[in-house]
């Protein structure tokens, strides 16, 4: 059929185009360099490309989404004894940066808007929130116990949503009863927050087809050990311990995810993707911590730290219920995730 004089303008246009000649973004050189006590990862693109960070233990992914690394890429390398290993991976989607280093790190990226460069500035980590965790868990498996008062909700049968139909999940909404947990200057109790949150999430489970399990549904105190021996007595498929965090540092935010057991990295993994991507806060990390919660369940278990309630910005939004809607609605679509590639092994 030959093709008429209209329809041959319309595709000389489409041929000239932009798109038609458009290429991949490449990431060009990576310069590393040190400055007051800071590693500066100086990395140059050309293209549309930004770098997306992940923190996954002592491990930083710096994420370039549809870009390449150019096959003249350089590196020039900067000491420092923060930094273990360089490496670069291409994907057909993605080009990653990444940085092995040898003790715990934070990191900041900016993206130099229109100069093709972002700027990853890398510093050691430096707050208590760990060392404040590890104090509250030696106090609570000190004292008293009062009898645990688990909750059950039962899924709907004839909901349109099945897609976690058998699954059986205990959530644990942290500290209650007599046991605060951090205390915002607000006068804000952990406690009140976490477990909004874990009814609001369990909530969403159940609508998906699952049997949920609330360590507490009111105001009650917990001990570690009772919880953890419930979970494992209760043949659940995942065990979720929500917290948040809290250090005498106001400026420090965002978001981190614990798990303990190799079985429960790649389940923590994929939801701390999902939180970071739900509820847009500081990537604060992956990690792996000896906590009592994660440490001695059997199932894959973590424990999560969406916000910091000594961040006033964090505070505000852990308070709102919209915020913590978001919050559940991340941890259900990362559980969904997880079971479709479980299904998928």
């Known amino acids: 059929m030959r093709m008429g004089s209209k329809a041959l303008f319309l595709l000389f246009l489409i041929l000239l185009s932009p798109v038609a000649f458009a ?7 990576i310069e590393i360099s040190r400055d007051r006590g800071f590693d500066y990862f100086d990395i140059s693109t050309c293209g549309e490309t930004k770098a997306k960070g992940m923190l996954l233990d002592n491990q930083l992914q710096v994420i370039f989404k549809d870009a390449a690394l150019s ?11 923060r930094i273990k290993a360089i490496r670069l991976e ?42 404040i965790m590890a104090a509250w868990e030696k106090a609570n498996l000190a004292t008293r116990r009062q009898l645990l008062k688990p909750y059950k909700l039962s899924p709907d049968p004839a909901g349109k949503d099945q897609s976690l139909a058998g699954k059986i999940f205990v959530l644990d909404p942290g500290h209650g009863g007599l046991d605060p947990g951090a205390i915002a200057r607000d006068g804000s109790w952990e406690k009140n927050l976490t477990l909004a949150v874990a009814q609001k999430t369990a909530l969403l489970l159940q609508g998906a087809g ?8 009111d105001d009650r105190t917990k001990h570690l050990q009772d ?12 065990f979720i311990s929500i917290h948040y965090n809290f250090t005498s540092q106001s400026e420090i935010g965002g978001t981190e995810t614990y798990y303990y057991n190799p079985q429960s990295r790649p389940l923590a993994l994929i939801l701390h993707e999902s939180l970071l991507a739900g509820i847009e806060r500081k ?17 894959p278990a973590v424990l999560l730290e969406p ?8 505070l505000k939004l852990a308070g709102s219920p919209d915020f913590q809607y978001q919050l559940a609605k991340s941890i259900v679509k990362g559980v969904k995730t997880y079971f479709r590639g479980q299904s998928n092994k």
């Open 227 to 238: 919880i953890v021996d419930y979970a494992n007595g209760s043949k659940c498929d995942i």
């Open 23 to 29: 290429s991949p973004a490449q990431i060009l050189q």
């Open 283 to 299: 990537d604060r990390g992956l990690r792996r911590a000896m906590y009592y919660a994660v440490h001695h369940t059997t199932m």
């Open 90 to 131: 291409q994907t057909s989607s993605e080009a990653r940066v990444i940085i092995d280093f040898t003790q715990p790190i934070d990191y900041d990226i900016v993206n130099v808007f229109g100069r093709g460069k972002s700027i990853i500035e890398i510093f050691d980590r430096f707050d208590q929130a760990e060392q």
């Open 210 to 217: 699952a049997t949920v399990y609330l360590t507490r549904n």
């Open 71 to 81: 096959p003249d890429i350089k590196i020039s390398k900067g000491r420092s004894r």
């Open 307 to 314: 916000v910091y309630l000594s961040n006033d910005k964090e």
